[in-house]
């Protein structure tokens, strides 16, 4: 039987296939519908230190092979989800990463302190890149400002920290490089594009919010050339992200350099597809007859 | 609730502009409750992307729904044909809550605006077993676009008709027509008024609603993504916060929305 065991920071996954924040909420509303205990790791959906409304209505809307959302990560503040989604996602036995982000250094300083503390969460990914909240430009926009929160971060904890990275930026290698040296453990890419879309009958944006984010297959080809342009160029790990359906996407980001991947689209429209995507992973290993998942990573040739 | 690739028993055009598919999901009949809903998976990888969510019509053989062609989802499932697979999850949400007598007799009153009609037949039929007295109301545009006359009257409800233009009942909107039939019926009634249609339907008949005093629970519609209450996508205002139309709803005690 081929390994799929792969590791992340200090986490031990026994596959590479993760279910990626906002797309999962807190597990608990899938377990009917899956085998929660097969999937690599869940990360959680965004918390804030304060609760948060989101933004206002519609805050989805379908375009050509990906849909565009605005939620606005409405969440219940991190007070609320201690009490009420951690004492779930314990008893998972299953790698939980959590999944923050805050309105400046201070929140994200404070959340990774608390999050410390507790022993069953597995990591922490910082979410620097919601498209979604208002704010003089991303975290995840800006090389000095990702280093700065990631180093704030990483000074209070030991757990392992994921910085979930922007495609909204010129150079994603320097971002990347940014989280590297202030001392992430991996970085996960890409969050959603920036994108809209206007009713052209009532002149009106199809979001509430006006702009949103885009997922889904159409972003595919863009989140595999960045995570193969960063992952020749770090040497933490690169977690992909970005339009994967089944095992074959999963494959080609891994080919392209990521250790491992994240789900997140696709959950809406099946919610057992991580735990077929990670028995698709293994029917590719028998058919190519390789032992262990690590031996794909980066395995793309170039003629 | 099931995630369940199920066969297709029939897929017809029904009246005018609408059509009815009954799919093979025996657990989901079995665990389906009036205002409940389904996500059916539209087209395979060619897209739709997104899953569309149909409110469970009926319940006899597998479950029926029953849809209109508003756009390439529902396209692509007018075109299914019998003995096709479809991915149907369900059965969603919270369904409505069939009236307890409390003193006074419980009565109810249906009233359905358009493709609305979808989930109140279900409802009508559960009614019927309860033996609670039933008036049926339907409205739409005009007399083709009358929904579920029969199947009502079947459910053993008194039905009311009312159409925008006239064409058949009363001329007018389904709001008047509920007006007209208050003022005539009885009220010895513990009246219960359910509702599904257009959003400013749903308004006028809540207003009605609070000025008698009458528990009005409406079925609401949004875009949603997943159904189950992971994207947040759904959400709909009401007194105690953001609540989501796909787990906490569809269905809503009107008295809990702000609108």
């Not at chain 1, 951690?86 to 790698?95: D, F």
């Not at chain 1, 982000?101 to 890149?129: M, T, V, Y």
Request: positive net charge; aromatic residues 6%; charged residues 25%.
């Amino acid at each position: 039987m081929a390994i799929l065991d792969i590791k992340i920071g200090k986490i031990k996954l026994k596959n590479p296939v993760m279910a990626a924040s906002g797309t999962f909420g807190y597990a608990r509303e899938f377990e009917k519908l899956t085998d929660l205990s097969l999937i690599g790791a869940i990360i959680t959906k965004t918390i804030t230190l304060n609760p948060r409304q989101g933004n206002p209505m519609p805050r989805i809307c379908e375009t050509s092979a990906g849909m565009l959302n605005a939620i606005g990560l409405q969440n219940e503040g991190f007070d609320n989800f201690i009490k009420e989604k951690m004492p779930y996602l314990s008893r998972l036995g299953v790698p939980v990463i959590i999944s923050i982000s805050g309105n400046n250094i201070d929140e994200f300083f404070i959340l990774a302190k608390r999050l410390d503390k507790i022993k069953s969460i597995a990591g922490i990914e910082l979410n620097i890149s919601c498209p979604n909240i208002k704010c003089e430009g991303l975290v995840a926009q800006d090389a000095k400002e990702t280093y700065e929160v990631v180093k704030a971060v990483r000074k209070i904890t030991g757990k392992t920290v994921i910085t979930k990275l922007s495609p909204n930026v010129t150079d994603v290698v320097k971002i990347a490089g940014a989280a590297e040296d202030a001392g992430s453990d991996a970085v996960s890419l890409v969050n959603t594009f920036l994108g809209m879309a206007i009713d052209i009958d009532t002149r009106k944006p199809k979001l509430g919010n006006i702009t949103g984010g885009l997922s889904g297959p159409c972003i595919k080809p863009i989140a595999v050339r960045m995570v193969y342009e960063v992952a020749r160029n770090i040497d933490i790990p690169v977690i992909g992200i970005g339009g994967i359906m089944a095992s074959d996407d999963a494959i080609e980001f891994m080919l392209a350099g990521a250790t491992a991947v994240q789900i997140g689209t696709a959950n809406f429209v099946d919610p057992g597809i991580c735990v077929k995507t990670v028995r698709g992973i293994e029917n590719y290993l028998r058919k190519h007859k390789i032992e262990k998942i690590e031996d794909i990573i980066g395995g793309m040739e170039q003629k | 609730m099931k995630d369940i690739r199920a066969k297709i028993l029939s897929n017809k055009k029904t009246g005018h502009a609408y059509y009815k598919m009954v799919i093979d999901a025996p657990y989901i009949a079995r665990a389906a409750k009036p205002g409940q809903f389904v996500q059916i998976k539209c087209g395979e990888n060619s897209g739709p992307l997104l899953r569309r969510p149909f409110s469970i019509h009926k319940v006899e053989r597998g479950i029926e729904i029953l849809y209109e062609v508003v756009g390439i989802g529902t396209r692509i499932l007018a075109g299914k044909r019998q003995g096709d697979f479809i991915d149907v999850l369900g059965p969603l949400g919270n369904g409505f809550s069939v009236p307890r007598a409390q003193g006074l007799k419980p009565r109810a009153i249906i009233i359905a605006g358009g493709i609305g009609a979808a989930p109140l037949v279900y409802l009508a039929e559960e009614l019927k077993k309860k033996k609670i007295k039933t008036i049926a109301l339907i409205g739409a545009k005009t007399k083709n676009l009358i929904l579920c006359e029969k199947d009502f009257k079947k459910a053993g409800a008194e039905v009311y008709i009312s159409t925008d233009d006239g064409s058949y009942g009363c001329h007018g909107f389904v709001s008047k027509l509920f007006h007209k039939i208050l003022k005539t019926s009885e009220s010895k009634f513990m009246t219960v008024v359910y509702v599904c249609g257009p959003h400013g339907m749903l308004r006028c008949i809540a207003d009605i609603c609070k000025e008698r005093n009458f528990e009005c629970q409406l079925s609401l519609e949004e875009r949603m993504a997943c159904g189950i209450g992971a994207c947040l996508g759904c959400v709909v205002n009401t007194i105690s916060g953001n609540k989501l139309a796909c787990k906490d709803g569809p269905v809503f005690n009107a008295s809990e929305l702000t609108w």
